[in-house]
């Protein structure tokens, strides 16, 4: 006991330095720390890389921006009209249709408000892309396999093959039979796709220049769309058992019902929303993690005015940035893992047989 | 605003800091258990990640709070 209020305590010193810190009344009356403007530029370049973005910018060279111009289809709420372009006619500041592009956040705006909120942007945006070459990238690698176990049957696996077929067989033996049980291979198809669908996502996320870099797997829709794939899946095949657990658990006195019952239909929706934040939150982090590291450099060169601090940044920056990435990429399969795993848990959960008689 | 910011990061750094105690706490365990019986560690690796990820999903939505603050 004493060992944990010490704890305690430590905590609660740590924290009273860092509330004097944070108030920014105290500190701008000092003047001492001023976020400058350097610090603010970076922060919005990394929110900017983190969203999404209606042009893909692959590099600058001098003044010039090399982008890959990508189809916008914008559908008007007021007007009820579709409109297509490229991202490419919207260059030095051009207008068309009464929209523009903000060159900075690279995404389509409404000329007049400037803001987005007037029409639904049904384009290809980065992170469509990014997931279309990711879509490409499996089917190109599991059509190749799919031939190589027709044509060589019970031969050994070779190559790419080689490579995915021990993921394969780790997943079967350490989640879908145990967890599942004896129907697991109806699940296998919908789970091994969440899997590698995420592992490549993540993977091209990690690719720090142009067929890669978009934070597709870190976008929030990304994210909620599969898990609302899963989400179906698990209330579907919920059994009798499952949903009378929900809405009357069996052996609870009915004034406890009352409290127990809003909470387990709580529950349905709380399993898919917190999967859809794990690996949204985890590979948004990652990504602004990266991107932080990086821009220690320029933040401690002062932009280029400082040659010693920016050297000093990078030998700091150089260890650290290796450091994060190789953990990134344990994160990219890791992340894939959890989804595929918990998915396969609360699909286990709604099957769940009524197989003895109740004791709660 | 700036207040807001900042304690927007507070709060990301505490959520850090609770996530850590208990990821700590399960990997330290799962260490000691698969010590002492070996031959059950693939089942404590997968209830260990399914336990870290839990106990993640707290900080992660913790963080995406002071994301929305920020």
Redesign the interface.
Known sequence: MVKKSRIFIF?ISL?IP??LI???EATAAEGKIEKSDISKEIVEHIMNHVADANEYHILTLGEKHVTLPLPCILFNKSTHQFSFMLSSAFHHNEKIEGYKLNEETGRVVDAQTGNRDSFIDFSITKNVFHMILGFLILALVFISIKKRYTTHKNKAPKGLQGFIEPIIVFLTD??FQPILGKNYEKFMPYLLSVFFFILINNLLGLIPFFPGGANASGNIAFTFVLAFCSFILININGTKTYWRHIFAMPGVPWPVLLMITPIEILGIFLKPI?LM??L???I??GHIAVLSIVSLIFIMGENGIKLGGAIAGGAMALPLLLFVSAIELLVAF?QA??FT??SS?FISMALEEHHQEEHH | M??IT??A??GA?LAA?GAGIGIGLIGGNAMQAIARQPEVT?DIR?NM??MA?LV??AA??A??LS?LMN
């Open positions: 905590l924290l860092i509330v944070a108030n920014p350490e989640i917190v934040l794990r949204f939150g985890n948004t982090g890791l893992f959890v795993l918990l848990i | 700036t207040t900042g304690i990061a507070i750094g800091v693939g997968t990640i399914i990820a993640e999903g992660i939505i963080m995406i994301f």
